[in-house]
């Protein structure tokens, strides 16, 4: 067997996600990090204890012109990452692993759909939800139709902790953020189109901030995110999907919850919350499950879905992030394709912030026509 392709990654952003990339980066043989550019010096510092093979630089430009970089990883917060991508196509176009969400703006979503069009490298959106090993089967499942035949009703819950502390506190507002339901929800509302395999067509939400960071006070004001939300999607080929976010529910046993049923029956997935979380008194954390409930011969059948320790131990996301890497690094060398591209992660920024407008005025958004028109925006339709 010869010896991997060597991958030299540099990040822009090594904060908390960038931090949990990292740990799995160095799991990965022939993979390592050359480069970091993070200005918070208590992050950098972290992330160079993770990465000692790794030197710190005072720019993007520095991470990009280098000639020990073969793609870049940009964790950065969320509302830097149009600008940097903008920068990164117009200086070395180098494949990119781009943290969610893509933007946080529907004039940046113009933006970088046009920039993806000429964009000569990969050019791969970070959604680890599609990787989690039971979001993973269920997809299957899904997709396969054996079990529920073509998917007709698509329920996500996600009941877990309140937003975490960042560095500067961005997440705390939806300028920064684009919005709970950009910020968080942009995951499930990619899960939704991967799984329908349909475009939506109109978008409803009613939401609030009901409970978290209501005390809380900062240099740029008091916070404004939103902490719980109802969303329904009805897309084009007539399937309907539901979100169910409650972001003061960290009591719950499961984080997520996935529920797809057709006219076969239904498939449903159960995935725990990051084990650091969980509290030690109740002993070992739930493993994730998935259950088969056919409608004929009825009876439920319930799998458990283990995931490797190693990919586990190393981040929050139910060791997917691992799995994300892998295949990213397979498309850097050229022995895969991009499946998560950036039309992805436009599209579910575009449904997110339909959700925030909705959930602001009441009235359910249009997505085929007006200013959150998904074929206007993506393709200049």
């Known amino acids: 067997m010869t010896d991997p392709i060597p991958v030299r990654y540099g990040l822009i952003g ?139 009703m698509l329920a996500i819950r996600e009941h877990r902790f309140p937003f975490l502390v960042k560095v500067g506190d961005w997440n705390r507002f939806n300028r920064y953020t684009g919005g709970t339901l950009v910020e968080k929800c942009c995951h499930f509302f990619d899960l939704m189109r991967h799984l329908v395999r349909s475009e939506p067509v109109r978008i409803y939400a009613s939401a609030s901030m009901a409970h978290n960071h209501r005390d809380e006070r900062y240099p740029d004001g008091v916070p404004d995110i939103l902490d719980n939300a109802f969303v329904t999607v009805d897309f084009a080929g007539g399937q309907r999907a539901v979100l169910d976010l409650c972001m003061f529910a960290e009591g719950s046993r499961y984080q997520e919850e996935i529920s797809a049923v057709g006219p076969l029956g239904k498939v449903e997935c159960f995935v725990p919350g990051p084990g650091r979380f969980w509290p030690a008194h109740l002993g070992a954390p739930p493993l994730p499950r998935l259950v088969l409930s056919p409608r004929e011969p009825k009876g439920p059948r319930e799998l458990e879905v283990p995931v490797d320790p190693v990919a586990l131990a190393a981040g929050d996301h139910n060791g997917s992030t691992l799995e994300q890497h892998q295949r990213f690094v397979k498309a850097v060398r050229g022995q895969g394709g991009v499946e998560v591209g950036l039309r992805d992660g436009l599209a579910a920024v575009v449904m997110g912030l339909a959700a925030q407008a909705s959930a602001q005025t009441g009235q359910a958004i249009d997505l085929r026509r007006g200013e959150h028109a998904l074929p206007a925006l993506l393709d200049g339709a």
């Open 14 to 152: 090594s904060g908390m996600m960038g931090q949990e990339h990292l740990r799995n980066i160095a799991l990965l043989p022939g993979v390592s990090v050359s480069r970091i550019y993070e200005p918070d010096d208590g992050m950098a510092q972290a992330s160079l204890a993770l990465a000692p093979g790794a030197r710190r630089v005072g720019s993007l430009a520095e991470v990009v012109d280098s000639p020990e970089v073969d793609g870049l990883l940009v964790a950065s917060p969320n509302f830097r990452h149009a600008e940097q991508l903008r920068e990164i196509a117009t200086r070395r176009p180098l494949p990119v692993l781009l943290e969610k969400p893509a933007c946080t703006t529907l004039d940046n979503v113009r933006a970088l759909a046009s920039l993806q069009r000429s964009y000569p490298a990969p050019l791969w959106v970070a959604m680890e939800y599609r990787y989690m090993p039971p979001v993973a089967r269920l997809i299957e499942a899904v997709h396969g139709q054996q079990v529920l035949g073509p998917l007709v």
